[in-house]
């Protein structure tokens, strides 16, 4: 019960729901639904019917809802979203925004000196993996000629001994593509915005033949190593910027960011829901795709894309993805109109 500990009295203060109220709240929510009591305060359900709860996605649902909500897709649909050098040669291909590649796959064997410490820095992915996982970034310090080898949660490495023994350790373990680090566009930097690179999370849904955009987040690299990343709101069809409400946020530096981004318009909106409609018809059997993309100094990039996607960060302001879904599809066409999600 730590998390009605831990929120119970702001609650309170700002919607007068007794602790009590709370309390039964949350193990209603566990005991009827088989859901973690956490989502009782991420989803604001607090503020919902009980009869409404079921209308939410919830994590541990994520696998099955995918599954049941888009139809057996092809192996090559399958291939696209899940292996990173299929995905950035098939975005080629079509003329796609991608990260341009330094060396293309690692399998074994000893990491390439002279491409590691070329005064460039360097992020490294897996071919297949997602969410950033096994993920880390070798950073070049003008400032001193040095080199720093950086994973979200672990020990910074410095020594180049170090660092070749980390990376040659990885790529005795999986496949990765290795890429030019991007840093935010000057879009970004106007507005005082000084962070590691921020990544636009879009969904797109195909309906009748035509693909659309449902819903998207902005996410804001804080805290060492970038280990504590922040979500905005973006309203899908125009691109402006929206805080999420009750975000846990006390640092007055993420508060001002947040204040920096909140209620601004990124720009080539349009263009980017150009391309990832383009990037959808890559797979045109797969009914919903979230798209991993950035506003970079090397312009609009498109990341990767996953059938997977999560579903959490989305409804973090109260909003039923499961009754928008399912009245955009039952009418034949995804509108925002309908429900008002961000």
């Known amino acids: 019960m730590t998390c009605w500990l831990?929120?119970?009295?702001?609650?309170?203060?700002?919607?007068?729901?007794?602790?009590?109220?709370?309390?039964?709240?949350?193990?209603?929510?566990?005991?009827?639904?088989?859901?973690?009591?956490?989502?009782?305060?991420r989803y604001q359900l607090y503020l919902n019917n009980k009869h409404q709860w079921p209308d939410f996605i919830y994590t541990h649902e994520l696998p099955a809802w995918h599954q049941a909500f888009s139809q057996q897709f092809s192996a090559e649909s399958r291939a696209f979203l899940t292996d990173k050098k299929f995905f950035a040669e098939k975005l080629q291909l079509a003329d796609l925004p991608s990260v341009p590649q330094v060396e293309k796959t690692f399998i074994d064997g000893k990491p390439n000196e002279s491409i590691l410490f070329q005064k460039k820095s360097l992020f490294f992915k897996p071919i297949n993996g997602s969410r950033k996982q096994n993920c880390f970034v070798l950073n070049y310090i003008k400032n001193g000629d040095k080199y720093r080898l950086e994973q979200p949660n672990t020990q910074t490495l410095t020594?180049?001994?170090?660092?070749?023994?980390?990376?040659?350790?990885q790529l005795s373990k999986r496949s990765y593509l290795i890429q030019h680090?991007?840093?935010?566009?000057a879009w970004f930097t106007s507005l005082g915005v000084d962070t590691d690179l921020i990544v636009i999370r879009l969904i797109t849904g195909r309906t009748k033949g035509d693909v659309?955009?449902?819903?998207?987040?902005?996410?804001?690299?804080?805290?060492?190593n970038n280990s504590?990343?922040?979500?905005?709101y973006i309203n899908a069809n125009t691109g402006k910027i929206d805080k999420i409400k009750r975000?846990?946020?006390?640092?007055?530096?993420?508060?001002?960011?947040?204040?920096?981004?909140?209620?601004?318009?990124?720009p080539d909106w349009e263009s980017i829901k150009a391309f990832t409609k383009a990037a959808h018809n890559i797979c045109p059997d797969v009914r919903t795709v979230g798209w991993d993309l950035a506003i970079s100094d090397q312009g609009i990039v498109l990341l990767e894309g996953n059938f997977n996607w999560g579903v959490e960060v989305h409804q973090l302001n109260s909003t039923k993805l499961m009754d928008y879904f399912l009245t955009a599809f039952e009418n034949n066409k995804?509108?925002?109109?309908?429900i008002d999600i961000p």
């Open 6 to 41: 831990r929120n119970r009295k702001q609650i309170q203060d700002e919607y007068h729901i007794t602790y009590l109220k709370q309390f039964l709240g949350v193990l209603k929510h566990a005991l009827l639904h088989s859901v973690p009591p956490r989502f009782y305060y």
């Open 159 to 169: 020594s180049a001994d170090c660092i070749q023994s980390f990376i040659q350790g």
């Open 181 to 185: 680090l991007l840093k935010n566009s």
């Open 212 to 224: 659309y955009p449902l819903c998207a987040v902005l996410e804001l690299p804080t805290g060492k």
């Open 228 to 232: 504590r990343i922040i979500p905005m």
């Open 247 to 266: 975000l846990p946020i006390k640092d007055s530096t993420i508060k001002n960011l947040l204040n920096l981004l909140n209620e601004k318009r990124l």
């Open 334 to 338: 995804l509108t925002l109109k309908e």
